[in-house]
């Protein structure tokens, strides 16, 4: 058996498998040299596993940063393109590729990986775990209310992208776990694809952009918004008195929102359609690290001693005590009793924030043999839900 990282020449046989696995056997004879050529190609990097039979599965680390709140922006593996060829299935290869790529990401300081699941349990056995909520809405086009704001709505150009960029990166200060996009990243959230338009409108009052939605083409019955975000209410009434406007051509609008968001106050229908479900999959790669990274809020100070159960990155597995002040923390590993035992997949959930720690506690998936310690904990995490808004 040999893992490695797959080169340039071997991206096309690569693809092979990424056919059979997500495609349907769909055929590309180019891809190779189109993903060469894309100008919005992101960095990563792409690990192989042959056996005596040749390339068998793979795995893609795709190199993102992250906003963790107003104050810190994260290196995170975002894993994609997990394949193994279905008469190697049964064999671990997938598990094999995945504690590689947490060797690889931990070597490279990404100390926090995302992943979109396509099971739960297969993840969490080697700790990822879900993170986050989202609220998914179905809302009737007839149903929304005009709003003198909409006044303050136009259609955005291609110079009004700093200021689009800088109400995202406003907004996602707001929360843990939104992608920071670089040129590339905003190109595939607002160019028109190949065979779509795209369309992008902006509530700008006082000159300033406080709020954008943009999606690309349409369909009558229900049109998704790729992103709907709002700095403050009157920016939210106004955008959806936007689509209002849109009744001649579209029944419902869908959209994924935080849930923190606040539709349900701005317009609630009983034609609202509501469904809830976790945002994606996190684990945290290296707790020393993660907790090193991690910035407290001003005025939170303390000590915590907390040990961590890790059955796939060893590294992890210990007893960690973070003493925290003015922003910042100071971890060392110790032999001493811990006021707060989890595992690695709550840990990833305390540390993104949702589900919270009085959530996690409740749920029995920690225990706790301080109070003190576990309220020292809780100083230490406070801050903002996880949400994102983009996947891969």
Same mark, same amino acid.
């Given at each position: 058996?040999?893992?490695?990282?797959?080169?340039?020449?071997?991206?096309?046989?690569?693809?092979?498998?990424?056919? #059979?696995?997500?495609?349907?056997?769909?055929?590309?004879?180019?891809?190779?040299?189109?993903?060469?050529?894309?100008?919005?190609?992101?960095?990563?990097?792409?690990?192989?596993?042959?056996?005596?039979?040749?390339?068998?599965?793979?795995?893609?680390?795709?190199?993102?940063?992250?906003?963790?709140?107003?104050?810190?922006?994260?290196?995170?593996?975002?894993?994609?393109?997990?394949?193994?060829?279905?008469?190697?299935?049964?064999?671990?290869?997938?598990?094999?590729?995945?504690?590689?790529?947490?060797?690889?990401?931990?070597?490279?300081?990404?100390?926090?990986?995302?992943?979109?699941?396509?099971?739960? =349990?297969?993840?969490?056995?080697?700790? /990822?775990?879900?993170?986050?909520?989202?609220?998914?809405?179905?809302?009737?086009?007839?149903?929304?209310?005009?709003?003198?704001?909409?006044?303050?709505?136009?259609?955005?150009?291609?110079?009004?992208?700093?200021?689009?960029?800088?109400?995202?990166?406003?907004?996602?200060?707001?929360?843990?776990?939104?992608?920071?996009?670089?040129?590339?990243?905003?190109?595939?959230?607002?160019?028109?694809?190949?065979?779509?338009?795209?369309?992008?409108?902006?509530?700008?009052?006082?000159?300033?952009? =406080?709020?954008?939605?943009?999606?690309?083409?349409?369909?009558?019955?229900?049109?998704?918004?790729?992103?709907?975000?709002?700095?403050?209410?009157?920016?939210?009434?106004?955008? %959806?008195?936007?689509?209002?406007?849109?009744?001649?051509?579209?029944?419902?609008?869908?959209?994924?929102?935080?849930?923190?968001?606040?539709?349900?106050? =701005?317009?609630?229908?009983?034609?609202?359609?509501?469904?809830?479900?976790?945002?994606?999959?996190?684990?945290?790669?290296?707790?020393?690290?993660?907790?090193?990274? /991690?910035?407290?809020?001003?005025?939170?100070?303390?000590?915590?001693?907390?040990?961590?159960?890790?059955?796939?990155?060893?590294?992890?597995?210990?007893? /960690?005590?973070?003493?925290?002040? =003015?922003?910042?923390?100071?971890?060392?590993?110790?032999?001493?009793?811990?006021?707060?035992?989890?595992?690695? #997949?709550?840990?990833?959930?305390?540390?993104?924030?949702?589900?919270?720690?009085?959530?996690?506690?409740?749920?029995?998936?920690?225990?706790?043999?301080?109070?003190?310690?576990?309220?020292?904990?809780?100083?230490? %995490?406070?801050?903002?839900?996880?949400?994102?808004?983009?996947?891969?």
């Amino acid at each position: 058996m040999e893992i490695r990282e797959i080169t340039e020449d071997e991206i096309q046989d690569a693809f092979l498998l990424s056919a #059979q696995a997500f495609s349907q056997g769909g055929r590309d004879d180019d891809f190779a040299t189109n993903r060469r050529n894309d100008p919005n190609r992101l960095p990563s990097t792409t690990y192989g596993l042959w056996d005596q039979h040749g390339l068998q599965a793979k795995v893609a680390v795709i190199h993102y940063r992250q906003h963790f709140g107003p104050d810190c922006v994260f290196p995170m593996g975002g894993i994609g393109g997990v394949v193994c060829l279905p008469a190697s299935r049964g064999r671990g290869y997938a598990g094999i590729m995945l504690r590689h790529a947490l060797d690889k990401m931990r070597e490279s300081g990404e100390f926090v990986s995302d992943l979109f699941p396509f099971s739960w =349990e297969f993840y969490r056995r080697l700790g /990822w775990e879900w993170v986050g909520v989202r609220n998914d809405y179905v809302v009737l086009t007839r149903t929304l209310l005009a709003d003198k704001g909409t006044e303050e709505v136009r259609a955005a150009t291609v110079a009004d992208r700093p200021a689009i960029q800088s109400c995202y990166t406003t907004w996602a200060g707001r929360y843990r776990g939104l992608i920071e996009r670089d040129v590339k990243l905003w190109n595939r959230v607002l160019d028109d694809s190949a065979k779509e338009y795209a369309y992008t409108f902006v509530y700008e009052p006082e000159g300033k952009v =406080e709020g954008y939605l943009t999606f690309k083409g349409w369909k009558d019955k229900e049109t998704r918004l790729r992103e709907f975000v709002v700095l403050t209410p009157r920016a939210q009434r106004a955008l %959806l008195g936007l689509l209002r406007r849109h009744e001649m051509q579209v029944d419902a609008f869908a959209w994924s929102a935080p849930s923190d968001d606040s539709l349900w106050h =701005e317009r609630y229908h009983w034609d609202v359609q509501t469904r809830t479900q976790p945002v994606t999959s996190a684990r945290v790669v290296d707790v020393a690290a993660a907790l090193s990274a /991690w910035k407290p809020n001003a005025g939170a100070s303390g000590q915590v001693t907390i040990r961590v159960k890790d059955d796939v990155a060893a590294w992890n597995t210990g007893t /960690w005590q973070t003493d925290f002040s =003015e922003g910042h923390s100071v971890v060392r590993a110790v032999t001493s009793e811990p006021d707060v035992s989890l595992d690695i #997949q709550a840990f990833t959930q305390a540390y993104h924030g949702t589900p919270g720690l009085a959530s996690l506690r409740k749920a029995g998936r920690l225990d706790v043999h301080s109070e003190a310690g576990y309220e020292a904990l809780c100083r230490l %995490l406070d801050g903002p839900p996880m949400w994102m808004n983009d996947s891969f």
